[in-house]
Nanobody, 116 residues
Framework: QVQLVESGGGLVQPGGSLRLSCAAS????????MNWYRQAPGKQREFVAT???????NYVDSVKGRFAISRDNAKNTWYLQMDSLKPGDTAVYYC??????????WGQGTQVTVAS
């Protein structure tokens, strides 16, 4: 079992920045990949970014060059640095941990609102 707690969301103006955090506890050593997803009102949850077990990163095209996923193994925490935010980035952001073997766990989500 893995427990995930997101933080760092909030209200920011267009062009601003936020850094989301996802703190993991439980079976940390079993985590293979860590992902960020988001869900805007009335839309399906969509993939945003992933960092694989050995450090490779991948992003959805709409955030490439603006968002950066990273991790601090000593703190069992993953981050999503979001720069040059746009109103279209408004959503609830979720972190997702995939364990070796394929099981997945979700955090509770954190709201990001980009508005003037």
């Amino acid at each position: 079992q893995v427990q995930l707690v997101e933080s760092g969301g909030g209200l920011v103006q267009p062009g601003g920045s936020l850094r989301l955090s996802c703190a993991a506890s439980g079976s940390i050593l079993s985590i293979s990949d860590m992902n960020w997803y988001r869900q805007a009102p009335g839309k399906q949850r969509e993939f945003v970014a992933t960092i694989y077990q050995f450090g490779t990163r991948n992003y959805v095209d709409s955030v490439k060059g603006r968002f950066a996923i990273s991790r601090d193994n000593a703190k069992n925490t993953w981050y999503l640095q979001m720069d040059s935010l746009k109103p279209g980035d408004t959503a609830v952001y979720y972190c997702n941990a995939v364990l070796v073997g394929g099981s997945g766990f979700w955090g509770q989500g954190t709201q990001v609102t980009v508005a003037s």
